[in-house]
């Protein structure tokens, strides 16, 4: 039997964009990933977020089924266009009450909301009128949206993530163009990249001048990394996985908790990478009450050998690699999920080691962890023993950093439901409950009850 801290946080998460529905719905306005998915050849299959899991019609009695299971703490994000349909202006009514009331009926069912500002659905009249994220006024933008939201939901709401991986947002969106906006460049990535940066660490300023005294909450962002082991004991491999570290989780998290980017970024990007003005930095710096981390899977990392072609697409999670100068590499001997990743579990104690050693022990909470299976449901029943393989190894990798001195206190599965997988559509199923997207009707998988235990007790048994 494995115990863990008393007040250890346990939760799940879920994005508005990927489960709420209702796209034309309740006053929202349309957001980049509307669009995206109704480009032709973006989503496989020509699947979309229009019904999606159809949340924002059934939350009551998902929420009710979250309680039944045990879950304490709820991790979700705000839809920007359900709030400010065009991303300014005033705010929207009915979008101001359906979280108003969502955020009130998870308080009623004892369960914690923590709320994303921004989980990547941009209102579509930031980036048709303003360039979006490769402007710096939509930094001003979001911090008005913020306030909007600190003041309707502040009172009852005491845990506010600004930005999800921003990462992807950058590399995704604008290098490899798999997602919204769907740009594909080497250079817009970085300005974006440092858009996102101003806009949280102007909204933590917000929330910590107006707010926070009275509202008595916390703010941060919640970064994505994989781990990168180095390939084998050589210098160069090590000086490799560092990097590629460093230009994965780095990018983001050096300015907010040590001041300013990755020395290793500046001096391979040079002029690419922008550079901070004194004010930003003294925003960003120190704006982040705790470190969020989204952790999914480990690649092996080496230096690229002179002459040796890079793909920029391998596993989808490798950054711009010419930037970096590495080749990563996948064990054929680990066992993937059915996006690909491999199921490495030690890779995640790693990465909270190496997090603890270069920010100086931070307080982590691991915001999203889980893995995409193809679950089936066999009378009424879904049997996903992998998943519960899968979660009960990386818990307890996670019991094994907190044992070695690392601040981790808390842990939340992704996701609570299956939902959209973004440019992958409905194919991906991450969920503890599964959505049969015939009807919508949900089950509860054999792994939803497994860790509705685990929360219960505080433990997971041998």
Known sequence: MTEFPKHFIWGTATSSYQIEGA?????????????????PGKIKHGQTGDVASDFYHRYKDDIALMAQL????????????????????KPNPEGIRFY????????????????????????????????????????????????????HFGDRVKHWITLNEPWVVAILGFHDGAMAPGRSSNH???????QLLRAHGLTVERYRQKFQSRQKG??????NCDWREPLT????????????????????????????????????????????TDKDRELIHGSGDFFGLNHYTTLYCAQRKEGEAVDPFTFGNGGIMEDQDIKLVLDPSWETTTMGWAVAPWGCRK????????????????TENGCALPDQVKEGRVNDQKRIEFLKSYILECHQAIQQGIDLRGYF?????????????FSQRFGLVFIDYNNLKRYPKDSAFWYGNVIRNNVIQA
């Open 23 to 39: 796209w034309l719905e309740g006053g929202k306005g349309l957001s980049i990933w509307d669009a995206f998915c109704h480009t």
């Open 188 to 194: 817009e990535p970085y300005l974006v990249g440092h």
């Open 70 to 89: 045990g879950y304490k703490n709820y991790r979700f994000s705000l839809s920007w266009p359900r709030i400010q349909p065009t991303g300014y202006g």
């Open 218 to 223: 916390m703010i941060s962002l919640s970064n």
């Open 351 to 366: 990465l909270l080691n190496w997090i603890d050693k270069r920010y100086d022990h931070p307080p982590i909470l691991l």
């Open 413 to 425: 599965c992704w996701s609570f439901m299956d939902n959209f997988e973004w440019s992958l559509g």
């Open 100 to 151: 108003s009331d969502l955020i009130d009926t998870l308080l009623e069912h004892g369960i914690t909301p923590w709320i994303t500002l921004y989980h990547w659905d941009l209102p579509l009249a930031l980036q048709l009128e303003h360039h979006g994220w490769l402007n710096p006024k939509t930094a001003e933008f979001f911090v008005d949206y913020a306030d909007i939201c600190f003041e």
């Open 233 to 276: 004991d050589s210098p160069q491999d090590q000086a490799a996985a560092q990097r590629a570290v460093e230009f994965f989780l780095g990018w983001f998290a050096d300015p907010v908790f040590l001041g300013d980017y990755p020395e290793v970024m500046r001096s391979r990007l040079g002029d690419r990478l922008p550079q901070f």
